[in-house]
């Protein structure tokens, strides 16, 4: 879907947030987003992922993460954009510092207030181990 001028989230501006998804700099991803913020995470104990309110919150989730998994990068396959929802699909690559691997298919589903990230709900694949 294309957008009208009035609309700022484009595919430049989610491949913006990929690069800082990628920098693994905490204050610089945080920027994308709105201070009432919230991400559901991949994981957790809720049925939507662990729920992550707040720009602070969000910061904090993500420098932890690059502490265990300091060299987590994200390769993006696809995006799309329609009004003010997106889509990022990528694969997830990294080692834990226990020295898990990590590789996963997965995706992003983007609501955006202007141009910043109002919700980020995080989806990805679960790798089994062959019996």
């Not at 994200?74 to 799309?80: A, L, Q, V, Y």
């Amino acid at each position: 879907m294309a957008n009208s001028d009035s609309n700022p989230v484009t595919l430049a501006l989610l491949a913006d947030v990929s690069a800082a998804f990628n920098s693994r700099d905490a204050d610089r991803i945080v920027s994308y987003f709105t201070d009432d913020c919230t991400f559901f995470m991949a994981r957790g104990t809720e049925p939507c992922g662990t729920r992550v309110h707040g720009k602070a919150a969000v910061g904090k989730v993500l420098a932890d993460r690059f502490k265990v998994i300091p060299d987590m990068s994200w390769t993006d396959h696809k995006r799309w954009v329609a009004g003010n929802r997106a889509v990022s699909q990528w694969t997830v690559k990294g080692k834990s510092a226990d020295g898990e691997e990590l590789e996963y298919w997965g995706c992003d589903l983007y609501e955006f207030r202007g141009d910043k990230i109002l919700n980020k709900d995080t989806y990805w694949k679960q790798v089994s181990q062959a019996k």
